[in-house]
C-alpha cells in the first residue's frame, strides 16, 4: 500500500484543519487506517485510528472531542478531522496503514504493528 498525506498547514489556535491519506496499491478495506503525529524532540504518538470499515474509531484521550477519523473506501481515503487545535498540536502528522486481519484492534498504538506509512504532513498551529 503506499500512502500519501495531505492538508497539513499552518493554522491559528482555535482553528480547524482536514488531513487526507489516499491509499492505493492494494485493497484498502482490508486495512486498519491510524495517524500518528511527531512532534519536535518526540516520538511519534499514536493519535487514532479507524477500522476496517470505518464503523469503530479510536482515539488517544488527549484528542477525543477534538479530532475525528473518518475514511471512505470508495476512494481509498482516511481522513483526520482536526478542531479547536492548540500550539501542543504542532507535530509532523502521519497516516499508516496495517493488516486487518493479522492484528485486529489490538495495539492499536504500537508503531511497529504498522505496515506502511505516509510521508507526513506538517501541522503549524500558531498562539
Known amino acids: 500500500v503506499q500512502l500519501q498525506a495531505s492538508g497539513g498547514g499552518l493554522v491559528q489556535a482555535g482553528g480547524s484543519l482536514q488531513l487526507s491519506c489516499a491509499a492505493s496499491?492494494?485493497?484498502?478495506?482490508?486495512?486498519?487506517m491510524g495517524w500518528f503525529r511527531q512532534a519536535p524532540g518526540k516520538e511519534r504518538e499514536f493519535v487514532a485510528a479507524i477500522d476496517w470499515s470505518g464503523g469503530t474509531t479510536y482515539y488517544e484521550d488527549s484528542v477525543k472531542g477534538q479530532f475525528t477519523v473518518s475514511r471512505d473506501n470508495a476512494v481509498n481515503t482516511v481522513y483526520l478531522q482536526m478542531n479547536s487545535l492548540k500550539s501542543e498540536d504542532t507535530a509532523v502528522y502521519y497516516c499508516?496503514?496495517?493488516?486487518?486481519?493479522?492484528?485486529?484492534?489490538?495495539?492499536?498504538?504500537?508503531?511497529?504493528?504498522?505496515?506502511?506509512w505516509g510521508q507526513g504532513t506538517q501541522v503549524t498551529v500558531s498562539s
Open positions: 499508516a496503514a496495517r493488516d486487518w486481519r493479522r492484528w485486529g484492534t489490538r495495539v492499536l498504538s504500537d508503531i511497529a504493528t504498522y505496515q506502511y
Open positions: 496499491g492494494r485493497t484498502f478495506s482490508n486495512y486498519l
